[in-house]
Antibody, heavy 120, light 107 residues
Framework: QVQLQESGPGLVKPSETLSLTCTVSGGSISSYFWNWIRQPPGKGLEWIGYVYYSGSTTYNPSLKSRVTISVDTSRNQFSLKLISVTAADTAVYYC??????????????WGQGTLVTVSS | DIQMTQSPSYVSASVGDRVTITCRASQGIGSWLAWYQQKPGKAPKLLIYAASSLQTAVPSRFSGSGSGTDFTLTITGLQPEDFATYYCQQADSFPVTFGQGTRLEIK
């Protein structure tokens, strides 16, 4: 059974960088697209972007200038960096797996989510 | 971006009822649509993909239909564990987008 687990600081200061890691267990990170999705408190879901196991990426244009997603296949992990954060970036951040063939796909495995609060 | 609009935003129903939730895309997306269930404090769970395919281990009381711009999620014979928020998601073009959610509550 594939499991995903997010880790990283729960509190980030405004203008600083949000950094999260997702560790994949129970399966290989190879051959799939690995995504970050966020959900502000009480609101809906926003797709941030994905990284393929090869390292190729695609980002949501609304965040593209601030986001970097990378993969470390040796550790079965992928990571999110979001620079210059503001209070609007406060959200539960989820990592999720999509399909094997196309980056545009459905999300069949999700992490439990981690709340990141942006505040001084 | 493709806008996904769900209706209603809120629905109240009783155990055993049949409920239908609608999702409309701002442009045609073929059958590239999924439905998710989210309970408070939990990650979304994939229920339906490709508009009408039931994800493994999801009860058969959940069903999906539609293509193009109009889609529905139907729950037949509501169970207590079905009270949650439901989201649709399009996978036709980047960026991936979700509906705003439909909250299903117990009457």
């Amino acid at each position: 059974q594939v499991q995903l687990q997010e880790s990283g600081p729960g509190l980030v200061k405004p203008s600083e960088t949000l950094s999260l890691t997702c560790t994949v267990s129970g399966g290989s990170i190879s051959s799939y697209f690995w995504n970050w999705i966020r959900q502000p408190p009480g609101k809906g879901l926003e797709w941030i972007g994905y990284v393929y196991y090869s390292g190729s990426t695609t980002y949501n244009p609304s965040l593209k200038s601030r986001v970097t997603i990378s993969v470390d296949t040796s550790r079965n992990q992928f990571s999110l960096k979001l620079i210059s954060v503001t209070a609007a970036d406060t959200a539960v951040y989820y990592c999720a797996r999509a399909g094997m063939v196309r980056g545009l796909d459905y999300f069949d495995y999700w992490g439990q989510g981690t709340l990141v609060t942006v505040s001084s | 971006d493709i806008q996904m609009t769900q209706s209603p935003s809120y629905v109240s129903a009783s155990v055993g009822d049949r409920v239908t939730i609608t999702c409309r895309a701002s442009q045609g997306i073929g059958s590239w649509l999924a439905w998710y269930q989210q309970k408070p404090g939990k990650a979304p769970k994939l229920l339906i993909y490709a508009a009408s395919s039931l994800q493994t281990a999801v009860p058969s009381r959940f069903s999906g239909s539609g293509s193009g711009t109009d889609f529905t999620l139907t729950i037949t014979g509501l169970q207590p564990e079905d009270f949650a928020t439901y989201y649709c998601q399009q996978a036709d073009s980047f960026p991936v987008t979700f509906g705003q959610g439909t909250r299903l509550e117990i009457k």
